[in-house]
């Protein structure tokens, strides 16, 4: 990546939620790395210089849960417009999802999509690799050719295993070379829904999805890693009763780490309005029970991450009848802002805020690669130059065709949030600027 001129962010608070650092000061980057972090670098010779006034400067966000829609959508160019959405985000790093299409489980596929994606030169791309062939949930892929083509983990999407024989085989696998294993813990039989079960649901006349078929999923992957002991991420928690099973889990020690999307941390089932496909979502949208323990969970840590959980939609496929929709959101964009509208509204301490979209989503991940991931989520002295200049009093109206992205539909349309990049550096050259 194209390390770009001796660059100073100036007059910023500086924020680093891994070490604890907090001060308002200058950083200077130059050869894509931090040269240095403190007050008035007047003898740095900057060749730009980004003012960052009564802004956060934190470290670039990293998130897991990304469609990118390619391979399959090259002649949309959506690649492109994926990316410039994530930039637009202060997102630096991302995982994409295996349920491509073609899906990802040919190494080919994964070092083209990361040619592809490297070439555009804006935020890193970590691929996830397809557990199992074609995602059908019959035969295990080619996990050492893929993991050295670039994937960082093995996962099923949001693709059933239907066979928990099968699902213990792979673990085991995914154990013995230390892989982790990305699940949506998800019931292949009750999970057949549209909406979460409940009044709303019921009324509505749709077919509801208990919150058993999410803690079901959770007791059985919970006793499979107890056999096998390999390391699962559990993907988009969605229930109260989900969240107190993966708290008693990290309490027995398992290896367990667990993210939840923007949409079930600030949304609910009543979000749903009139069969507004906008809010048609995988997980589906819960009670507020539920997303207040999802809250709990993510500021005491039981859950380590927020993602957008960004899958971009097009307008035919949104436009049918609520339930036969497709699901998905655009989100990207809007990461950071519901991540600082949940500190204003919870009142956990901006370094919590902000560590579940930089540390802690960059731990997991360095566990998924077996390795601490020095360049992800942390901004420190010698460190490489992902950063996001982010101003906090800012507010902005979600305006679907003002987004980046090309996936307009979100269920957050016409909200006011607050926060808005003003600049994101990928590996020290300046990908984005805003207004």
Avoid at 218 to 244: I, N
Avoid at 288 to 308: E, F, H, M, W
Wanted: hydrophobic letters at 45%; glycine letters at 10%; a negative charge.
């Amino acid at each position: 990546m194209n390390t770009g001129l001796r660059l100073l962010i100036k007059g910023g608070r500086v924020i680093d939620p891994a070490t604890g650092t907090d001060e308002t000061a200058d950083v200077a980057i130059a050869n894509g790395r931090v040269l240095a972090i403190k007050d008035a670098l007047g003898d740095f010779q900057a060749e730009q210089i980004l003012d960052a006034a009564g802004c956060l400067v934190i470290p670039g966000l990293v998130d897991l849960a990304v469609r990118l829609r390619e391979p399959g959508h090259e002649h949309t160019h959506m690649l492109a417009s994926e990316m410039s959405a994530a930039v637009a985000g202060g997102i630096t790093s991302l995982v994409c999802q295996p349920d491509t299409d073609p899906v990802l489980d040919e190494p080919g596929l994964v070092e083209m999509l990361r040619f592809r994606a490297e070439k555009l030169q804006q935020a890193r791309v970590y691929p996830l690799g397809a557990l199992t062939r074609g995602l059908q949930g019959q035969s295990l892929t080619e996990m050492v050719q893929l993991t050295d083509a670039g994937c960082v983990a093995f996962g099923q999407a949001n693709a059933p295993m239907p066979d928990t024989r099968m699902m213990q085989h792979l673990m085991q696998y995914a154990s013995t070379f230390g892989y982790a294993v990305w699940l949506h813990p998800l019931d292949n039989c009750l999970g057949q829904g549209a909406a979460a079960s409940g009044p709303l649901a019921t009324r509505m006349g749709l077919v509801g999805i208990p919150v058993a078929a999410e803690t079901i999923a959770l007791h059985t992957l919970f006793e499979l890693m107890q056999v096998t002991g390999v390391k699962v991420h559990l993907c988009r928690l969605s229930s109260s009763a989900g969240v107190a099973l993966v708290r008693q889990a990290k309490a027995r020690g398992l290896p367990v780490t667990s993210d939840v999307s923007i949409n079930s941390l600030h949304l609910t089932d009543e979000d749903i309005g009139y069969f507004d496909s906008r809010a048609h979502l995988t997980p589906p949208l819960r009670q507020a029970i539920d997303r207040q323990a999802l809250s709990a969970g993510l500021a005491d840590g039981t859950i380590d991450a927020l993602v957008s959980d960004h899958t971009p939609v097009d307008e035919e496929s949104k436009a049918l009848p609520f339930a036969q929709s497709e699901a998905g959101a655009t989100g990207l964009e809007l990461l950071l802002s519901l991540a600082w509208q949940w500190h204003l509204a919870s009142g956990v301490p901006i370094a919590r805020a902000l560590a579940v979209v930089t540390c802690g989503p960059a731990s997991v991940l360095g566990t998924a690669l077996g390795t601490r991931l020095g360049r992800t989520g942390h901004l420190h002295v010698g460190g490489e130059a992902d950063v996001c200049v982010f101003d906090p009093h800012a507010h902005w109206t979600v305006s679907p065709h003002n987004l980046c992205s090309q996936a307009k539909h979100t269920p957050f349309a016409g909200r006011q949030l607050p926060g808005r990049v003003r600049a994101t550096v990928v590996g020290g050259r300046v990908a984005f600027v805003g207004n």
